[in-house]
């Protein structure tokens, strides 16, 4: 399986671990032989569940260290595999004997190629491609055999780049026919300098074509030229490590206190996250309030291909960059203007530009609003996580918030709720925990194992109920680790309906991160960095793991990644997914209707247009995304991109539907507004999209379906706000 969607935010809870590793003593004047034994050392005796370093666990690490160093395999020849393979099964043995003779030898020849491949693509860049040949071009890399000559490497390169240009080459024409309708039909428009020019002949627009090319690719040898030994070595390491499982990761000395790439930098940038899969830079988040959720354009699951400061003609091109290079040219000053050219999930090309701004991050914390339906009034919060300050767990956390919003919610008469997860990576355990318990009386909400000791069930102590009444939890394929507990618990103890993807993210694992300077003793060798490793699993209270299978929803909805395979299951090393014993617990016996109303609601769910329509749009974006021939023949290559775009079309109406409901901010926050019109302006974003939301609206329909054994208690004591 692909080793995809990297993201660093779905963590359960991130610790500086005050592990002993301290008893034995590491030295080695050679800091990386230093830093593999650390690493062994650590992994060996703290790792949830340490793996064997043997010649099975070698040819893994070298297979996935290759495919890291030369993915699209344009660098070494069949010879220089056939050279290394004969370190396949010995790389364990090398590491226990901390030998660096596998590495040296690559990295070695990685520089020797890389450095012969700089020439290769100039010479073939100073000659015209011809867009009239029928041929065909693979991105099956995976599948695509090593060259074993230089003609067969300049071929490969020949092939790449040509694909590259066909893509700019297409970009320059459309840019000029856009000029032209708005123009003398002799004339074009220059978008980037507001000037008039001649219409551009086809040989021309190849040339330009070839250019930017070639000045893409001058700006990414340019940045790896800048990568020194040390940034390799980490690569290995990584390869290493990462086969114990997807979470265990080694973090070089100006890496190890960065857990996300943030692209707000210092809150000013464009408020989004991005994660490197292949060659490629995609966005993984966006930040809730930031400048590109105000632009609204930006999409999950776009690949910035190119970006463009607002003082430059020339747009450089992130392709193959790495991704802390990439986020350098597209985070920036505030009030500065950053255009990116982004491959859209449906394949489609466009350029946005967004103002870059300080980006709040205020947006992290709990919202609710209320909503009428059938003359019943009902409550929605979202959590986009389970935060909480690590110094001080008495302050602002997600689980006081949410009860802070529910008491709110309770004062307006609300008779259901509606918590929503989606896209919650998750965060604190405690939280988890103290939130499971605003709903139940008492008892245990998740199970933790650390290999060679008891389970530990983490339990609700308290014996009050802050929510008695309706409950329905929205998941999604990105909800994970804390979100996934605290769906499990509410589904085990049947005390909510869980509506949303088929499962979610499947994370059940935890993370210690080590600073691996503190095993060290009058360290010499500089800073070592940090190592982040698995723990410990957490498990449902009815014994089974999240892990893997994630939290199955009761009413699947689909959705447009729903076939794109996003998750814990789509990692190359990932634990496995295992059962303990269930903990003791009572089910909640207040819906005396639960199952007739999850069958009512598949039954409306089978019968939506609307979902029929999503589910028809994921099947073709992920057809889009798994297509790996195309064209490079212009004729061909245009008319499947004009076919992709006229079937864009048929699903715009999914974002025209309407549920004819109106969202309201509770009074508190009305006040809040009348100072605040940034809030304003967040709130009416976010009630515009609830009243365009499906899921939120069949969770409303759920909601009026359950019936409880007793009235619901909607009346409470005064609260200030």
Known sequence: MKRNYKILLLVLLLAFASCSFTSKTFEDPNKDKLLIQLISYVLNEGHFSPVDVDDDFSGLVFDDYIKQLDPLKRYFYESDIEEFSAYRNSIDDQIKEYDLTFFNLTHERLLKRMEESKEIYKEVLSKPFDFNVDEDFSTDYDSMPYVTSKKEMKERWRQQLKFSTIANYDDLLVQQERGAKNKDPEMAFDENSGAANTVKTEKQLEEEAREATLNSLNELYAFIGERQRKDWFSVYINAIVEEYDPHTFYFAPEDKDRFDVDMSGNFEGIGARLQKKMDAILVNEII???????????????????????????????????????IKFIKGPKGTDVTLTLKKVD??????TITRDIVELEETYAKSSTVIKDNKTFGVINLPKFYVDFDDYNKRNAASDVKQEIIRLKQQGMEGLVLDL??????SLQTVVDMAGLFIKDGPIVQVKTTGEPKEVLKDRDMSIVWDGPLVILVNELSASASEILAAAMQDYKRAIVIGSKQTYGKGTVQNVLDLNRMVRNN?????????FTTQKFYRINGGSTQLEGVKSDIVVP???????????????PLEWDKIDAADYDLWENYYDYETTISKSRERMANSDQ???IDENAKWINTIRETENFSLNYKKYKERLNTNEEEAKRFEKIADYKTNLTFNSLPYEIKLMEQDSVLKQKRERWHQNLSKDVYIEEALNVLNDLKMTYGVKTKVAAVKD
Do not use: C, F, H
């Open 559 to 573: 959705d447009r990644y729903k076939y794109i395979g996003i998750g814990e299951r789509t990692y190359d090393s």
């Open 347 to 352: 394949g489609t090309i466009e350029d946005i």
């Open 611 to 613: 979902l029929k329509l």
């Open 422 to 427: 989606r896209d919650n990576g998750g965060g």
């Open 288 to 326: 809730s309030g930031g400048p590109a959720w105000r632009q609204n354009e930006l999409q999950v699951g776009d690949q910035i291909m190119k970006v463009k400061q607002e003082d430059e003609e020339e747009a450089v091109s992130v392709v193959g960059m790495r991704l802390d290079d990439a």
């Open 524 to 532: 010499s060798n500089g800073d070592m960095g940090a190592l982040k």
